[in-house]
């Protein structure tokens, strides 16, 4: 019984984990598309300074 015991209780104790993480996953996801977008205007901020820099000199 005590191995019973033990698995339903690791079986119970998982249960809220999975319910609280989907949140936190989906401010990384957002957090990592924010970052993605910032960068990709970086990159093309860079690239447009570049070639100006390149026409002009």
Same mark, same amino acid.
């Given at each position: 019984?005590?191995?019973?015991?033990?698995?339903?209780?690791?079986?119970?104790?998982?249960?809220?984990?999975?319910?609280?993480?989907?949140?936190?996953?989906? $401010?990384?996801?957002?957090? @990592? !598309?924010?970052? #993605?977008?910032?960068?990709?205007?970086?990159?093309?901020?860079?690239? $447009?300074?570049?070639?100006? @820099? !390149?026409?002009? #000199?």
């Amino acid at each position: 019984m005590t191995t019973v015991d033990t698995i339903l209780r690791r079986e119970r104790r998982p249960s809220p984990f999975p319910r609280r993480r989907p949140t936190s996953h989906r $401010a990384r996801v957002e957090a @990592a !598309v924010i970052l #993605g977008s910032y960068t990709y205007l970086l990159l093309a901020f860079v690239l $447009a300074v570049t070639i100006v @820099a !390149v026409l002009i #000199g």
